[in-house]
Structures are given as C-alpha cells and as structure tokens.
C-alpha cells in the first residue's frame, strides 16, 4: 500500500462495499506496520451488517475494532467519541474509521475537528452497480455532497465495482474506466482497485494490475457462503 497516512476514512453511497474494504485494508496495515490498528466502527445508520457484528472475527488478524458496548449495539448513534479521539491522539496507533453510507452518515465527522490537526486519507468507495454511484455524473455529484457533509476533502477514489458472487470480469473493468475517467475530470488520484481474492489473477494484462487491493470476503448476506 502506497502514500499510508496515520488516519484512513472510508466514506461513500449505501452498497459501495466501504466495511468490507476497511476491514482489508486494516488487516493488510496491521501486517505490514509495526503499529496497533484500530478499525472505529463510525457507521450510523444501522444497515444489514455492520463492523460490530464482525468484531470477533477481525480481532483474530490483530485488528481492534472500536465499537459500542454490546448493550449498546443497536443504537443509532455509536458511543464511540472517547475512542475515536484516544486512537488521533495515540502516536503508536493508525485509525481506521468505517463510514455509514451517504450524506447523512459522513455528517458524522465533523464531531471530530482533531481529525485535521493529522495526516489521513479520505477515500471515497465507488461501485457503479449501486445507486447514486452509476455514472460520472452521479459520482462527481455523490463526492461534491460528501464532502461539503464532512467538510474534508476527499484524497482518493476507490474503484471497488462488483456483484457480490455474480461479478465478472467485465463488471470490473466497466467500474474502473467510469472511475478513471472521474479521476481525469475531477483531478482526484484513485487510490487502488478492490477484487475479490479469487479473481485477481484474471487481470493480470490490465493497465491497474498494480494497483489492485485484493478482497478476502468477511461479509456473508443470506444464501452466501
């Protein structure tokens, strides 16, 4: 990984796929740096899956995941503020903050205006087969709205296009080049390509192979295995 700052946020659109690249990208950081990682799990909005539900699981690579007590897991606001800002002020720590989906979540982080006296990276996670996220128009639009919500200024596009188990080949490269073609227009660089694990070696002779951020599946919705 390329550019690591001490503070990475992951923000985007309902389905862009932000919880599963935050986990990836913690675990990835945690073996690569000789630093604790706390993966916060910043995510409002009480979707299907959250970062809390999989907290166990992700303590097993090394990763502490910052949640609400147990008694408080359901509850629409993560008590969450002591625990934020004890992992910006703590020099052997990265933080890495999950995002709920939209402009109402990314509200959020203007609770934290520590997060600016620090170093971090602000990636916004795109699949092009959800809604609001479809064309260039749609994402230019979703990034203007994001960051006027958190007043920060996104460093980075992530092109994470998928179908979940259905994608192909294709479906992953359609993402990308509208992804590219968004980072030309808005003069935002793309910070890396998430691909499933399984997938990875099918793009090999693409122009992005170096810069694909492969994907080990940690969430599971019905049906799946």
Not at 33 to 56: A, C
Not at 151 to 161: D, T, W, Y
Request: proline content about 4%.
């Amino acid at each position: 990984m390329n550019d690591i700052k001490k503070i990475t946020i992951f923000i985007g659109e309902i389905g862009s796929g932000k919880t599963e690249i935050s986990i990836n990208y913690a675990i990835r950081l945690k073996k690569e740096k000789d630093k604790d990682v706390d993966l916060i799990d910043l995510d409002i909005m009480k979707p299907y899956i959250r970062l809390r539900d999989l907290k166990e699981e992700i303590k097993k690579f090394g990763v502490n995941v910052v949640s609400p007590p147990q008694r408080y897991k359901q509850a629409d606001l993560p008590i969450l503020i002591h625990a934020t800002k004890s992992c910006i002020f703590d020099d052997d720590k990265f933080c890495i903050y999950d995002i709920g989906g939209g402009e109402e979540s990314s509200f959020i982080l203007r609770q934290f205006p520590e997060l600016r006296e620090f170093p971090y990276n602000l990636f916004f996670v795109v699949n092009i087969f959800r809604p609001f996220t479809q064309t260039m128009e749609e994402i230019g639009n979703a990034i203007k709205i994001l960051e006027s919500a958190t007043g920060l200024e996104i460093s980075g596009i992530v092109s994470n296009s998928h179908l979940r188990g259905h994608t192909k080949k294709e479906d992953v490269i359609k993402g990308y080049k509208v992804v590219k073609e968004v980072s030309k227009v808005l003069g935002i660089p793309i910070a890396f390509v998430g691909i499933r694990e399984s997938m990875v070696s099918e793009f090999r002779n693409e122009e992005f192979y170096e810069h694909i951020f492969p994907i080990k599946t940690f969430i599971k919705y019905p049906g799946e295995r």
